[in-house]
């Protein structure tokens, strides 16, 4: 490491010292998304994530509590531009907006790493509660709730009619992408994604 | 087993041995139920079943080429009372025969025994796509197209709009109930199908 200027005072070492945590965080959440696209997710460990990483084991229980943890924090900083917000655009046009989101998830499903990824944690989550509480709190409840905050928004610009829930209203735009995805019923592409806005605004307008 | 009148003539020997065979396919499907609940899945097998139900496992190759065939067959018999139509009913109301189907699918998916299996089965198919092509070729699909067919009806009698595609409103009524449940981000009752119906429906409206 080359030393940089602000190493140079004592009231600068704060500041070095989140660099290097935010430089191993970003060693570690990289090194699990490696060691699983090699080895798969039953198989990864932490001590396998520490050692390709080059940080100790308590490095990463500092920070995350279990497997599952570290990898959905790996998948949220691959997912996202600005390393793990989910925000939704709001550029004024809900259809817009919505069809960029999901589009873009029917492009990360589909992505083959995230897909053989993905996949090796639902089949994890249908045994293990703990994993599928880290997926809900860390992944798939964020979004929903992002989505359901922009399609409120689409309400009050009057876009949605008044009486919309807004929360069931994601998931009918989330759950039919994740039931042809998963249950493989069909092909999941931007075509779909499209069919299916277009009948959920329908049952959104305002009459 | 007793002979019966039939089996004194031989013009009769094909009604008992069809009803030979309904036993021993009934027996067969019976014992893959049980063995599923006792040991799972992935450690079911083929000279299990036949063992159990008091077969050869000639028998069960001649009628299904996979466990997973089997599997879904027997999940199948349970399902249905008339062993294997998955018809809607006609009532001439589409949103109550809709509400029957969805929360039928809800009691269905959440009753324990059941839950295990397709849990088992949905993880299974995560890699697995010849079981996968199983289960959407058995189970969904003719659930999805059962369904696709009474909103058709339904356009017809003018209880939906003419606009409208059957086979992707069926998606938006289970893929919200699936998604649930597979990835585990809520309750899984009546009042969710319900309120998905609702959404639905909203936007099939004929206008």
């Not at 990289?30 to 390709?52: C, N, Q």
């Not at 900083?77 to 259809?95: H, K, R, Y």
């Not at 409120?152 to 042809?180: D, I, K, M």
């Not at 959920?200 to 305002?206: D, E, H, I, S, Y």
Request: cysteine-free; aromatic content about 4%.
């Amino acid at each position: 490491m080359t030393p940089t200027p602000e190493t140079s005072t004592s009231g600068a070492r704060e500041p070095d010292a989140s660099r290097r945590s935010d430089r191993a965080r970003r060693a570690i959440l990289s090194a699990t998304r490696e060691l699983i696209s090699d080895v798969g997710y039953a198989r990864l460990s932490i001590e396998g994530i520490a050692s390709a990483a080059g940080v100790g084991k308590q490095t990463i229980y500092r920070w995350w509590r279990s497997k599952a943890a570290v990898v959905f924090d790996a998948i949220l900083e691959a997912n996202s531009q600005d390393g793990g917000s989910v925000a939704l655009p709001d550029t004024g046009d809900l259809e817009s907006d919505l069809r960029a989101v999901l589009r873009g998830t029917v492009a990360a499903l589909t992505e083959p790493a995230t897909d053989r990824l993905q996949r090796a944690i639902t089949a994890e989550i249908q045994a293990d509660l703990v994993v599928a509480d880290e997926l809900v709190h860390r992944l798939l409840r964020p979004q929903l709730d992002a989505t359901a905050a922009r399609i409120t928004a689409g309400v009050q610009a009057g876009q949605a009619g008044e009486s919309v829930n807004p929360q069931l209203a994601a998931e009918l735009l989330f759950g039919p992408l994740f039931h042809r995805w998963l249950l493989r019923t069909g092909p999941l592409d931007d075509e779909f994604a499209d069919g299916v806005l277009a009948m959920v605004l329908a049952g959104l307008r305002p009459r």
